[in-house]
C-alpha cells in the first residue's frame, strides 16, 4: 500500500468535535503564542485537527501584536480560544497569559506557531507521558525536508559554551563535555530521557505544570525554555524524549533580527548568571563574545559582539512591551 501524505486543508468546521469549549474537561491544553505568525498558525492548527485520534484538546493562543493577518486567520477558528498579550510579552510572557486560560486539562502542550504536528503524534506524546511517569515529553522535529532537526541538548557549561564558540555545528562528533547540542544520530532514533531540548513542541504534565508556575518573563526571547527545563529536573522531574511523536518545524516564522540574534546571546549569559558561580559566568559571557567574534564577518554576530562588550546597552534589545492582557476571541 502506497503511503499518503495527511490532508491538512480542514476546514475550520471539521474535527471541532475534538477542540473541547473553556468549561469543559480535556486531555491536552495547547498552547500557542503568535507573532507575525499569519502563514503558519493555519496550518498547525488543521494539523492538530487531523491529528487528535479521540484525544480531547482546548487550544488556547495568545497573540503578542501581531501586524500582519494572524488575527483574522484566527478568527476563522471560533473554537480555538483567542487572547492578546496587550502588547508584545515575549514567548515566556505569552504562555505566562495562556496559562491562565487553560481551564481543566491533564497536561499542557506548548507548541510553536510554525510546527506542522505528525498524525498520532499528540496520542502517542500523551501515552508516553502517562506510560513512562515523565514530567515533560518531547517529540522529534524534522526540518521542511524531512530530515531530522538537531533538537536535544546539554545544560549549558563553561566548556560547552567554549566547545559552540569554537565549533559550533562543526565537529559533530567531539565528546559532550563540549558540545551542548545534541549530534549523535543514534539519539535521535530511540527513546529515552534527555537533559532539555529546545522549546518549540513539549508537553507538561499538568501537576509539574501547576508546580513551577510562570515561565521566567526576564528572558523574554531564548534561554527561557533552558531556564524551565532546569526547573523541572531540579523539581525531580524526568524529561523524555520520544522520535515516535513527529512534527514539522519550519523555524523563523517570525524571522530574526539582528536584536534577537544579540538577545540570543545576551540571555545565554543572563542564564549562567542565574544558575552559575560569578566566575563561571564571567567565563561563559567570554566564551559567548568569543562565539561572535570569531563570526563577526557577519552583521548579525558583529551586532551581538558590539551588544555583548557594552553591558549598559543590554536594555536595548527586544523586551515586553505592555502588560495588559485583553481578549480578542470568544471564550
Same mark, same amino acid.
Given at each position: 500500500?502506497?503511503?499518503? $501524505?495527511? =490532508?491538512?486543508?480542514?476546514? #475550520?468546521?471539521?474535527?471541532?468535535?475534538?477542540?473541547?469549549?473553556? !468549561? &469543559?474537561?480535556? =486531555?491536552?491544553?495547547?498552547?500557542?503564542?503568535?507573532?507575525?505568525?499569519?502563514?503558519?498558525?493555519?496550518?498547525?492548527?488543521?494539523?492538530?485537527?487531523?491529528?487528535?485520534?479521540?484525544?480531547?484538546?482546548?487550544?488556547?493562543?495568545? =497573540? @503578542?501584536?501581531? $501586524?500582519? !493577518? $494572524?488575527?483574522?486567520?484566527?478568527?476563522?477558528?471560533?473554537? %480555538?480560544?483567542?487572547?492578546?498579550?496587550?502588547?508584545?510579552?515575549?514567548?515566556?510572557?505569552?504562555? @505566562?497569559?495562556?496559562?491562565?486560560?487553560?481551564? &481543566?486539562?491533564?497536561?499542557?502542550? %506548548?507548541?510553536? /506557531?510554525?510546527?506542522?504536528?505528525?498524525?498520532?503524534?499528540?496520542?502517542?506524546?500523551?501515552?508516553?507521558?502517562?506510560?513512562?511517569?515523565?514530567?515533560?515529553?518531547?517529540?522529534?522535529?524534522?526540518?521542511?525536508?524531512?530530515? /531530522?532537526?538537531?533538537?536535544?541538548?546539554?545544560?549549558?557549561?563553561?566548556?560547552?559554551?567554549?566547545?559552540?564558540?569554537?565549533?559550533?555545528?562543526?565537529?559533530?562528533?567531539?565528546?559532550?563535555?563540549?558540545?551542548?547540542?545534541?549530534?549523535?544520530?543514534?539519539?535521535?532514533?530511540?527513546?529515552?530521557? %534527555?537533559?532539555?531540548? $529546545?522549546?518549540?513542541?513539549?508537553?507538561?504534565?499538568?501537576?509539574?505544570?501547576?508546580?513551577?508556575? !510562570?515561565?521566567?518573563?526576564?528572558?523574554?526571547?531564548?534561554?527561557?525554555?533552558?531556564?524551565?527545563?532546569?526547573?523541572?529536573? @531540579?523539581?525531580?522531574?524526568?524529561?523524555?524524549?520520544? #522520535?515516535?511523536?513527529?512534527?514539522?518545524?519550519?523555524?523563523?516564522?517570525?524571522?530574526?533580527?539582528?536584536? &534577537?540574534?544579540?538577545?540570543?546571546?545576551?540571555?545565554?549569559?543572563?542564564?549562567?548568571?542565574?544558575?552559575?558561580? #560569578?566566575?563561571?559566568?564571567?567565563?561563559?559571557?567570554?566564551?559567548?563574545?568569543?562565539?561572535?567574534?570569531?563570526?563577526?564577518?557577519?552583521?548579525?554576530?558583529?551586532?551581538?559582539?558590539?551588544?555583548?562588550?557594552?553591558?549598559?546597552?543590554?536594555?536595548?534589545?527586544?523586551?515586553?512591551? @505592555?502588560?495588559?492582557?485583553?481578549?480578542?476571541?470568544?471564550?
Amino acid at each position: 500500500m502506497t503511503a499518503q $501524505t495527511p =490532508d491538512l486543508s480542514v476546514s #475550520p468546521a471539521a474535527g471541532r468535535e475534538s477542540f473541547v469549549g473553556a !468549561d &469543559q474537561p480535556a =486531555d491536552i491544553a495547547v498552547i500557542i503564542v503568535t507573532y507575525n505568525s499569519a502563514a503558519d498558525v493555519g496550518p498547525l492548527i488543521a494539523s492538530l485537527r487531523a491529528a487528535l485520534h479521540s484525544v480531547r484538546i482546548r487550544v488556547v493562543v495568545v =497573540d @503578542n501584536g501581531s $501586524t500582519d !493577518d $494572524t488575527v483574522s486567520v484566527l478568527a476563522k477558528h471560533s473554537d %480555538v480560544i483567542v487572547r492578546s498579550s496587550g502588547g508584545n510579552y515575549g514567548y515566556a510572557g505569552g504562555i @505566562n497569559v495562556a496559562l491562565r486560560h487553560v481551564g &481543566q486539562a491533564r497536561s499542557i502542550l %506548548v507548541l510553536n /506557531p510554525d510546527l506542522v504536528v505528525g498524525p498520532g503524534s499528540v496520542r502517542e506524546m500523551l501515552d508516553c507521558l502517562e506510560s513512562t511517569g515523565a514530567g515533560l515529553i518531547v517529540p522529534r522535529l524534522l526540518d521542511s525536508h524531512g530530515v /531530522p532537526q538537531a533538537s536535544l541538548r546539554r545544560e549549558p557549561t563553561v566548556l560547552r559554551t567554549f566547545g559552540e564558540a569554537l565549533f559550533g555545528d562543526r565537529a559533530k562528533r567531539r565528546p559532550g563535555w563540549l558540545a551542548e547540542t545534541v549530534y549523535d544520530h543514534e539519539s535521535y532514533g530511540r527513546a529515552h530521557t %534527555v537533559e532539555w531540548a $529546545t522549546g518549540a513542541a513539549l508537553l507538561i504534565d499538568r501537576a509539574l505544570a501547576d508546580r513551577l508556575g !510562570d515561565w521566567d518573563e526576564r528572558y523574554f526571547l531564548y534561554s527561557e525554555e533552558t531556564d524551565y527545563f532546569r526547573r523541572a529536573r @531540579n523539581a525531580g522531574a524526568i524529561i523524555w524524549y520520544t #522520535p515516535a511523536a513527529t512534527l514539522t518545524h519550519r523555524q523563523g516564522g517570525s524571522g530574526v533580527s539582528a536584536g &534577537q540574534s544579540a538577545l540570543m546571546s545576551v540571555n545565554r549569559v543572563r542564564y549562567a548568571e542565574r544558575h552559575s558561580t #560569578p566566575v563561571a559566568a564571567a567565563l561563559v559571557h567570554l566564551a559567548v563574545t568569543l562565539h561572535a567574534a570569531l563570526r563577526s564577518h557577519r552583521a548579525t554576530d558583529r551586532y551581538a559582539l558590539a551588544i555583548l562588550l557594552d553591558r549598559r546597552r543590554w536594555g536595548d534589545l527586544p523586551h515586553a512591551t @505592555n502588560t495588559a492582557a485583553s481578549p480578542i476571541g470568544p471564550a
